[in-house]
């Protein structure tokens, strides 16, 4: 039968000595009916009958007979000292010969031949348990291995499936399915019941993913197909606003907000319906730019008109009468908003934000001149001065009689109290 042999290093070949049909009359003789008999011992075995031939003739057949045996033991010692072989198939090879060996139909030293064959197997009965054993521990491994590979797939089913991400757990089931077939067809081959539990438990978390994939994908095809039946009549909304122009903008924008809340319709289909909602929408905007192209244009000369106003109402700051400045900003004020809207509005806000600097300018130069020359702040000025003008001569009157008193404190006092009354009063403009 076909062997496989492992590598390894073949020792040199041992050929046995198949025995010479000469030495057959040692172990056989021929009767004369041609009955063919091989001495065993002290007794002699019939192995057949060769009546149409010589004695030697007769002898020689079973003597190639049990050469032919010799030969197949040569063989199996050869392959046993030169190593790589499966001692357990050497074994059972030798086993099956020690069994033609025995009451073999041969001439031949059969005794020797057989213990030949019982040495060959007792020699390999260690190499075999070793064998066994390391065929145990390669077992158990694979057991081992197997089992990682069915766990691994029970913690994904045991994940919160509506939670994770199909696309990388698809890949990670079909990693272990892959890894599964592998070492299923390179891995030594477990026991029967072992692999088949295992596989039940690969099969099952494999099942429950698989069902969780489908429910999802499902649902989320009913999410889809929702949310593309919303934006399929939102798109024919917008195109409808096609013939109101600018004017639809206001609409397209409401639009615009359902759009963003319809949530995903699959990537495919929103992109498809994400390009016509567009197309709508770029249609106002494109009419609403053409308006505002021709009210640039428009704006022009009112900008130019503008922008000479402003160099005019610098005198404003620069005359002193303020009745005339106030007079002067007026009537650039009523020329600036006869000339009408400007566009676009940023240009316009950036020409009132300088008009409205020279405003505020001449703002605060009236409040400071009015609160300077209101009459209730000029009587209570009066007022003040009044008292303070009569506090002063109280206190040159006390000052002149301390010094003739010759009482300093008191005309350190005096003097003190009479220079914050003559501070109070300069503020006042006495």
Same mark, same amino acid.
């Not at 700051?317 to 009745?323: G, Q, S, T, Y």
């Not at 003008?389 to 003190?416: H, P, R, S, Y």
């Given at each position: 039968?076909?062997?496989?042999?492992?590598?390894?290093?073949?020792?040199?070949?041992?050929?046995?000595?198949?025995?010479?049909?000469?030495?057959?009359?040692?172990?056989?003789?021929?009767?004369?009916?041609?009955?063919?008999?091989?001495?065993?011992?002290?007794?002699?075995?019939?192995?057949?009958?060769?009546?149409?031939?010589?004695?030697?003739?007769?002898?020689?057949?079973?003597?190639? &007979?049990?050469?032919?045996?010799?030969?197949?033991?040569?063989?199996?010692?050869?392959?046993?000292?030169?190593?790589?072989?499966?001692?357990?198939?050497?074994?059972?090879?030798?086993?099956? #010969?020690?069994?033609? %060996?025995?009451?073999?139909?041969?001439?031949?030293?059969?005794?020797?031949?057989?213990?030949?064959?019982?040495?060959?197997?007792?020699? #390999?009965?260690?190499?075999?348990?070793?064998?066994?054993? =390391?065929?145990?521990?390669?077992? +158990?491994?694979?057991?081992?291995?197997?089992?990682?590979? %069915?766990?691994?797939?029970?913690?994904?089913?045991? !994940?919160?499936?509506?939670?994770?991400?199909?696309?990388? %757990?698809?890949?990670?089931?079909?990693?272990?399915?892959?890894?599964?077939?592998?070492?299923? *067809?390179?891995?030594?081959?477990?026991?029967?019941?072992?692999? *088949?539990?295992?596989?039940?438990?690969?099969?099952?978390?494999?099942?429950?993913?698989?069902?969780?994939? !489908?429910?999802?994908?499902?649902?989320?095809?009913?999410?889809?197909?929702?949310?593309?039946?919303?934006?399929?009549?939102?798109?024919?909304?917008?195109?409808?606003?096609?013939?109101?122009?600018?004017?639809?903008?206001?609409?397209?924008?409401?639009?615009?907000?359902?759009?963003?809340?319809?949530?995903?319709?699959?990537? &495919?289909?929103?992109?498809?319906?994400? =390009?016509?909602?567009?197309?709508?929408?770029?249609?106002l905007y494109a009419a609403r730019a053409e308006q505002s192209a021709a009210e640039e244009a428009e704006s022009a000369p009112k900008i130019e008109a503008r922008e000479a #106003?402003?160099?005019?109402?610098?005198?404003?700051?620069?005359?002193?009468?303020?009745?005339r400045a106030r007079a002067l900003l007026t009537r650039i004020q009523r020329q600036w908003d006869e000339l009408g809207r400007i566009f676009p509005r940023e240009k316009e806000?950036?020409?009132? +934000?300088?008009?409205?600097?020279?405003?505020?300018?001449?703002?605060?130069?009236?409040?400071?001149?009015?609160?300077?020359?209101?009459?209730?702040?000029? =009587?209570?000025?009066?007022?003040?001065?009044?008292?303070?003008?009569?506090?002063?001569?109280?206190?040159?009157?006390? #000052?002149?009689?301390?010094?003739?008193?010759?009482?300093? &404190?008191?005309?350190? *006092?005096?003097?003190? =109290?009479?220079?914050? !009354?003559?501070?109070?009063?300069?503020?006042?403009?006495?």
């Open positions: 039968m076909p062997l496989t042999r492992k590598a390894a290093t073949p020792a040199a070949p041992i050929v046995p000595a198949a025995p010479a049909v000469s030495d057959a009359a040692e172990w056989g003789r021929v009767a004369e009916d041609g009955t063919v008999e091989v001495r065993e011992g002290d007794s002699w075995r019939s192995v057949g009958q060769y009546p149409d031939g010589t004695h030697e003739e007769a002898l020689a057949y079973f003597a190639r &007979k049990y050469d032919d045996l010799a030969l197949k033991l040569g063989t199996l010692e050869t392959r046993a000292q030169g190593g790589g072989a499966s001692a357990s198939d050497l074994t059972k090879q030798a086993t099956h #010969l020690l069994a033609e %060996v025995t009451d073999a139909a041969a001439v031949g030293d059969l005794a020797g031949l057989r213990a030949r064959v019982e040495a060959l197997i007792a020699s #390999l009965s260690e190499a075999t348990a070793k064998e066994a054993e =390391a065929a145990k521990e390669a077992l +158990d491994a694979a057991i081992a291995e197997r089992t990682a590979i %069915v766990e691994k797939a029970e913690a994904i089913a045991g !994940r919160d499936l509506a939670k994770v991400q199909w696309k990388q %757990v698809t890949a990670e089931m079909t990693e272990l399915f892959e890894a599964w077939q592998a070492h299923q *067809q390179n891995g030594p081959r477990l026991p029967k019941g072992v692999a *088949q539990q295992l596989w039940k438990r690969f099969r099952d978390a494999r099942s429950t993913v698989d069902k969780a994939r !489908r429910a999802f994908f499902s649902e989320l095809d009913d999410v889809h197909r929702a949310a593309r039946d919303v934006k399929s009549r939102l798109v024919e909304r917008a195109e409808a606003l096609a013939s109101r122009g600018i004017d639809g903008i206001p609409a397209y924008r409401g639009l615009l907000d359902e759009w963003k809340a319809a949530g995903r319709a699959g990537r &495919k289909a929103d992109d498809a319906l994400w =390009a016509k909602f567009k197309a709508a929408g770029d249609a #106003l402003l160099v005019e109402a610098k005198a404003v700051a620069d005359e002193r009468d303020l009745k806000r950036a020409l009132d +934000d300088r008009l409205r600097t020279i405003e505020q300018a001449l703002k605060s130069r009236e409040e400071v001149d009015w609160k300077k020359n209101n009459p209730e702040t000029k =009587a209570r000025a009066n007022d003040m001065s009044s008292q303070l003008t009569e506090a002063i001569e109280k206190l040159e009157a006390e #000052l002149a009689a301390a010094e003739q008193a010759g009482d300093a &404190k008191a005309v350190k *006092q005096a003097t003190e =109290a009479l220079a914050a !009354r003559r501070a109070w009063l300069s503020a006042l403009g006495g």
